[in-house]
């Protein structure tokens, strides 16, 4: 694929990160609209969050081995057509339950394409740029973060939640139309059928992905989960500032992700064991200087660079470790993986909070975990370049069209 066609499709990967990356995030700035129209209370709304997320968790994995030998570029069609009836059916629910069931298509949907689109990155760019490839895609989500989210909220509060959802429907149906042309229109399962995919799962490699995964969201949402107050009530900053300040996370997310898929490209563990070592130390030194303003600005910003240029690293390197067999379904797990350090990062912070130390301390657990999961990538960097020499040959990417 010429560099021209290879840029236009990472756009337009980029565009779909970024549309469901809001799908996913945009209804945390509209729970309390829902919950009044739909006359359920606040932590009723909530569980409209968990819901997505568990879906995503469980519903990924076992749509991927499902989908077998189902072609991706008609599976990409179908799905793309779910989040879009997920969405619509959001925005004309009458009740609670209707809302959480268009919610959780839409999640089904996100679950499995996700990693679909992190794979057909990967197999437009050279072998040499493809941790820049994920990159790209996951800069989507940080667009989502610092774009998104403000504007969907923005948007439900000037006309309703309702058009929000409705905005979605209709930034999907364009992702539609511009991606199904780039999916090469290849079977979505491995070579070697359901069993084959579930073997790659016993891998020492995907493993060790997983795990660091688990543990680098973990350690970040142990003190993402809790940063507002914390910024708030520890570090003195008035609501107004804080919108700044996240936005200035999301900024430093853009960064941060653009630069972990550059050192990806040089040594896709070495950027592993780099980006989890530095998410360790800006949590804790988010934790020491929770209480003054500047430090606090500074590790946020660094946490937030941090965290972003982890992600396109375990991504490249799940490709790189289970392309040749599974890699559809891997880079499935891999989502929960994320989804699930989310849910821990967030069960961790309420533990800290109230049994241990309190608020000012868990960006210091987010950052045990995070130092834990760095000890991981480590062993696994040393293993690897142990093992460089027999290592298998690269696989020559897929032919699109």
Sequence with gaps: MGTTNHSR??????????????????IAGLLPEIAESVGVSLATAGLLVSAFAATVVVGGPLLSLAAGRTRRRRMLVALMLLFV???AAAALAPSFALLAAGRIAAALAHAALMPLFFAVAADVAPPERQGSAVARVSLGFSLALIAGLPLGTALGHWLGWRVTFWAMVALATVALALVAPIVPDTPAGG??????????????????????????AAGAFTAYTFVTPLLTGVAGFSATAVTVLLLLFGAGGTVGGLAGGRL?????????????AALAVSLLGLGLLA????GATVFLLLFGAAYYAVIPAVNTRMIEVA????RTLALTVQSSAFNMGIALGGWL???VIDLGPGLRWTPAAGAAVAALGWAVALAEHYRSAAALPAAEPAEAPETLG
Excluded at 264 to 276: C, E, P
């Design 264 to 276: 990806a490209d040089r040594s896709v563990t070495g950027a592993i064991v780099a980006g989890m």
């Design 9 to 26: 499709a990472l756009a337009v990967l980029t565009l779909c990160a970024f549309t469901f990356g809001t799908g996913e995030i945009m």
């Design 191 to 216: 070579p070697g059928g359901r069993a084959a995919e579930l073997r790659v799962l016993a891998d020492r490699r995907v493993q060790a992905v997983i795990a660091v995964t688990v543990l680098g």
């Design 85 to 87: 009836a997920g969405n």
């Design 323 to 326: 392309s040749r067999r599974a």
């Design 291 to 294: 209480g003054e303003r500047a």
């Design 349 to 351: 912070g309420g533990r």
